[in-house]
């Protein structure tokens, strides 16, 4: 919040990416969370920018910021979006401009291409993806040993570390401990009584509150869409280019909504779910996806209620903590009536 307004001042949107819009407000102000954890006095200058249009075109703009603030060139995969199939040309052509980007890499770097250690990196990032979401799918327990809440933040390694052994072995931790907790019958929630999907961004300045607010209402929210994003099946060391562009074409959030309809009503079923309760992040509409029609799709497929929560992700000027706590006590109130 210090920083979104820098970032609005000069000429970035309160509408655009509140991501965008903190990082690019923070280095404007010349503050940098790596001074407290690592001493630095800013963010180290880049040799290279990279950006993949899979989830929206904000991380293109971001990245260009930088580009011409640095002087560094900046390369793109770009990935179509709203797609109905996983194409083959479209998985054809994003391996090609991800095999494209290697000459610069070897320049910048003075280092060749060594495909040996890209097959080694992306079998640990597939071995990543095989335990995070082990760990994921054991919130199918009823009732649930974990939350979404717990997971915004387990989910860490897997979105900046996947390639790396420190990913792997946290997560081989976080399954044994889930298991040993479903085996002793530890839950999240004390006496869950409902069991909630979150569709949407995390509100991340508000996880505490939201999590205990759902508590203190029996009501578990144990799976979502967005912690899912980092679970790259495709992944194959055999055929790394292609089949790293395939896991990339294929996330949640680049689909249409027939795919993501789909998507939810299966993790409906699998986990047990009452209810879906949505974030409509008010500068992702890429990640929002209550504006089409979908919530009433689903109510109308699945016979579940749903809630919408208005919010967004970073910019807390958008969110009412008040009148989302009375929504979410009205809506488990009425599903408590109804059942
Ligand atoms: S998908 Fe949404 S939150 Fe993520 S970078 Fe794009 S606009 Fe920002």
Not at 219 to 235: D, E, I, K, P, R
Not at 251 to 267: G, L, V, W
Not at 315 to 328: A, G, K, P
Request: glycine content about 6%; hydrophobic content about 35%; some cysteine.
């Amino acid at each position: 919040m210090d920083y979104i307004p820098i970032a609005n001042a000069h000429g970035y949107s309160p509408e655009i990416c509140s991501y965008l819009t903190s990082d690019i407000g923070a280095y404007l102000k010349g503050e940098t969370p790596l001074t407290q954890a690592f001493g630095m006095q800013g963010i180290p200058k880049p040799d290279i920018l990279l950006y993949n249009t899979n989830q929206c075109r904000d991380v293109y703009d971001w990245m260009s910021y930088y580009s011409r603030e640095f002087k560094v060139p900046v390369y793109g995969i770009n990935t179509p979006r709203t797609q109905f199939q996983i194409r083959d040309d479209v998985v054809k052509a994003c391996a090609a401009q991800l095999e494209a980007i290697v000459p610069a890499l070897e320049k910048i770097s003075g280092k060749p291409f060594d495909i040996d250690q890209f097959r080694e990196i992306l079998a640990s990032s597939h071995e990543c993806t095989r335990l995070w979401e082990a760990v994921l799918d054991m919130t199918m327990t009823v009732p649930s040993p974990a939350t979404f809440f717990d997971h915004c933040i387990h989910m860490g390694p897997a979105v900046v570390m996947r390639g790396r052994k420190e990913a792997t072995d946290y997560y081989r931790i976080l399954l044994e401990e889930t298991k040993e907790r479903t085996d002793n019958g530890v839950s999240a929630i004390q006496e869950e009584k409902h069991r909630f999907y979150w569709d949407g961004m995390p509100i991340w300045g508000k996880l505490r509150n939201l999590s205990e607010t759902f508590s203190n209402l029996k009501s578990c929210v144990l799976v979502s869409s967005y912690c899912n994003s980092w679970v790259f099946s495709a992944f194959d060391p055999k055929d790394p280019f292609r089949s790293m562009a395939e896991a990339y074409c294929s996330i949640f959030i680049s689909q249409d909504d027939t795919y993501k309809e789909n998507y939810i009503a299966d993790k409906v079923e699998r986990f047990s779910i009452d209810g879906i309760v949505y974030h409509d992040s008010k500068c992702c509409g890429t990640n929002t996806n209550t504006r089409y029609g979908m919530p009433d799709r689903l109510k109308e497929r699945l016979g579940i209620p749903y809630l919408v929560i208005n919010g967004d992700l970073n910019d807390l000027r958008c969110y009412s903590e008040e009148q989302t706590t009375t929504n979410i006590e009205a809506f488990v109130e009425q599903l408590e009536e109804s059942s």
